[in-house]
């Protein structure tokens, strides 16, 4: 009988840095948004990836930063929560950028955070940088911090996310597997679908418009033939918010609905019905509500 093993690594670092285009690579399939813009993840999302007879459980979390709103607050503690609930924490710094004051803030919370399990290291977008520069900030990384092994990667270009798949498997506690085999997220349904808008409205929305609004599903149908109606929520916190959400004559929700639903579709395999709303919340960022269903804990916005 071959023996199983099994863990939870918590992938980290600070907004922008790789994490989620991380996640569904090691899962092979999108399970977490992903946009360039920074805070784009909101809560724990668990991936599933199998390696060998290795169940590796990946939570990718919010980025890392000095937090202003609640919002923020509440989605660097799930963050630490995620790490501190994990077998193996994977510290990803951006190649281009280095070792930048955030990562600085990072290594130095670490060593209080991490408890004793492994850290590693992995300087991602090694797609940006010359080669020699990678050595000289693996150097500077671990002048810093004392990773249990340092490996570069390219999350988007694929490079070296077998060796760290690896690795990450090895490392792993023996035990049986946490999920069903076939299952590849931790995330209810609804919750994927309201992100998947949330994904789309964030790449055509610019400056801080993304960042005050939230998605949510209302309602789930599964029709006899086979369709689902999705009624969706988009909580905005102006009008002037509502006008540009909505667009000229409708047309940018309309895009958004679009791609929004040819996304759904694809992921569901099936066919979709997609209906968005969008309500004038001026204080959806203080309810608790709001973050129960983003998965945030809304106490942990506390000061
Ligand atoms: N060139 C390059 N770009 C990458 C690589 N990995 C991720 N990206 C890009 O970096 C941007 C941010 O990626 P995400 O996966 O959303 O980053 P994140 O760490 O999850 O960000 P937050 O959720 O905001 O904390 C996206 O535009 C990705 O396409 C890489 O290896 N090389
Ligand atoms: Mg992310």
């Known amino acids: 009988m071959t023996e199983t093993r ?3 690594v918590a992938l980290i670092g600070e907004p922008n840095a790789g994490k989620s285009t991380l996640l569904n690579r090691m899962v092979g399939a999108k399970v977490s948004i992903v946009t360039h813009k920074v805070q784009t993840t909101r809560a724990r999302i668990r991936g599933v990836a199998i390696e060998g007879d290795t169940q590796i459980v990946f939570i990718d979390t919010p980025g890392l930063f000095a937090p202003r709103r609640r919002l923020d607050r509440a989605m660097v503690a799930a963050a630490w929560s995620g790490a501190a609930d994990a077998d193996i924490v994977v510290l990803l710094v951006e190649a281009h950028r280095g070792v930048t004051a955030g990562v600085k803030v990072i290594l130095d919370a670490l060593n209080e955070r991490a408890g004793g399990r492994p850290v590693a290291l992995a300087i991602n ?15 500077e990384l671990n002048d810093l911090h004392d990773f249990t092994e340092t490996f570069m990667i390219s999350a988007e270009k694929g490079h070296g996310v077998d060796t760290l798949r690896k690795w990450l498997a090895a490392e792993l506690p023996k035990g049986p597997w946490l999920y069903p085999e076939d299952q590849i997220a931790d995330l209810p349904l609804r919750m994927i679908a309201a992100e998947i808008t949330r994904e789309k409205l964030t790449l055509r929305l610019h400056q801080e418009l ?8 209302e309602n789930w149908e599964d029709r006899k033939d086979g369709s689902v109606k999705i009624d969706q929520l988009i909580y905005v916190m102006r009008d002037g918010h509502k006008g540009i ?3 000229h004559k409708g047309e940018t929700i309309k895009a958004v609905g679009k791609a929004s639903r040819e996304e759904l579709e694809e992921f569901l395999g099936r066919k979709v019905h997609l209906f968005l709303q969008v309500k004038v919340r001026p204080n959806w960022l203080n309810e608790a509500e709001r973050y129960s269903e983003m998965g945030l804990n809304f106490k942990d916005g506390n000061t």
């Open 6 to 8: 099994a863990g939870f």
């Open 125 to 139: 977008k090694i797609d940006k940088v010359k080669a020699d520069k990678l050595l000289v900030l693996t150097k």
């Open 245 to 247: 959400l909505l667009g």
């Open 210 to 217: 993304p960042y005050q609004l939230t998605v949510e599903t």
